[in-house]
């Protein structure tokens, strides 16, 4: 019987890794074997471990590579934030902030200025950092980098008009929109708690040898709703919209990402991207990026989506996506692929802490590398968002000081 690799375990929601035995208390994910024979979840590395292994992942798993710039966009030094600064009023927040949310790199961008970068946990300016679900956002983004570009016709065509293998499933009749808003009203139980989730199903099941995993898996889902009445978060509808992509521009998504965003907005480091059996691209996860192109990426939405003068993005998608586009019960809703905050700021979000913000309204970008203990902490994901109205704050003081 064909078996799962370690890779095709990671992708998508990471939720199964293979550890090594653990033959010491050093022991570190670098001798992994098939998750067949050695299966554990990622849930369970301590935190050596995922700061050893959330830094290169590349160096664990297959993985594409998304070209960067021959020359790098800049980010020019601003004043330093001082409330931040060593004696400044919220230096000792900064420092427990920095401590208690296990961060490896925190970057604040302000008016395309640097004002505030620290890394933590062997992280480093050279290196990268794993994205989880950060990913959707810019996998959201290559979907409307795809409509302008005429590849896809619009967000209410059929998503089995791009992806034929779904055809006479669950996902007839639903919309691009609708995936990308996840209502699309297939049912999928997404609970990492749960070994006979549909998620572990999914990435513990054998994969094909002719077919994306995820569509292999989604197309035999029942339909729980109409599409576009319910919401329920499921990143394989983000690794469908990968899967979309892809046929539509003829491209992998690494290559694509490249050619419209990577290489021309400048970033500085090659990213990579874990791929699957077949050597697809998971559009919801494990992107591999530096700190500062992850800013650089906010930067980018922040500006609009336009690289020299030239929209990479159709007229209002970024009002649209970023948005809330379906009501989950939390304030803000959801967007395509993106958090917001129902006050014009928003966020893309990744488990274990990872985050990008931005706030439109102050020019402002935050920028989090980081390995909590667990996947899903609210009260840690709401630090953040203290946190980040703290930098908020901050900045207001400053502007308000200079105008007098």
């Known amino acids: 019987m064909k078996q799962r690799t370690p890779v095709a375990a990671m992708l998508a929601a990471c939720v199964l890794l293979a550890l090594p035995a653990a033959a010491d208390d050093a ?19 301590d935190l050596e471990q995922k700061r050893d292994g959330f830094r290169r992942m590349e160096a664990l798993f297959p993985a594409s590579t998304v070209a960067a ?87 209410d065509d059929d998503v089995t008009d791009y992806i034929e293998t779904l055809q006479g499933s669950a996902y007839d009749g639903v919309t691009v929109r609708q995936l990308m808003t996840m209502t699309s009203g297939v049912a999928f139980d997404e609970d990492y708690s749960d070994p006979e989730s549909d998620i572990m199903k999914l990435y513990g099941a054998p994969p094909p040898s002719d077919m994306d995993a995820t569509v292999a898996f989604m197309r035999d889902m029942e339909r729980e709703a109409e599409p576009g009445t319910l919401w329920r ?105 993106w958090w917001p905050l129902g006050d014009g700021t928003f966020q893309a979000r990744g488990i274990f802490g990872q985050l990008i913000h931005i706030d439109p309204a102050r020019e402002l970008v935050v920028v989090i590398s980081a390995a909590w203990p667990e996947a899903n902490e609210q009260e840690r994901r709401m630090a953040q968002i203290r946190f980040v109205g703290q930098i908020a704050a901050a900045i207001d003081a400053d502007a308000e000081r200079q105008t007098h």
Request: net charge negative; glycine share 14%.
């Open 27 to 45: 022991a570190m994910p670098g001798t992994l074997e098939p998750v067949s024979t050695r299966g554990t979840a990622v849930f369970n590395w």
């Open 69 to 155: 710039a021959s020359t790098p966009r800049a980010l020019p030094a601003g004043p330093p934030l001082a409330a931040f600064e060593p004696g400044g009023s919220l230096a000792a927040e900064l420092e427990a902030f920095l401590a208690q949310q296990h961060v490896a790199g925190l970057l604040v961008l302000h008016g395309g200025k640097l004002r505030l970068e620290r890394y933590a946990l062997g992280h480093s300016p050279a290196d990268r950092w794993t994205s989880f679900s950060v990913a959707k956002s810019i996998t959201s983004t290559l979907v409307g980098a795809a409509i302008r570009d005429g590849y896809i016709g619009s967000l």
């Open 233 to 337: 978060y499921k990143t394989p509808e983000t690794n469908l919209a990968g899967v979309l992509v892809m046929n539509a521009t003829g491209r992998s998504l690494s290559a694509y990402l490249a050619e419209e965003i990577w290489r021309p907005y400048g970033m500085e480091l090659d990213a990579t991207w874990l791929i699957d059996d077949i050597g697809n691209e998971q559009g919801g996860c494990c992107l591999q990026v530096g700190l500062r192109d992850y800013a650089r990426f906010g930067q980018f939405i922040l500006e609009g989506g336009v690289i020299d003068g030239e929209p990479v993005l159709p007229e209002g998608w970024l009002e649209l996506a970023t948005s809330s586009q379906a009501d989950t019960g939390f304030p803000g809703g959801y967007g395509f692929q």
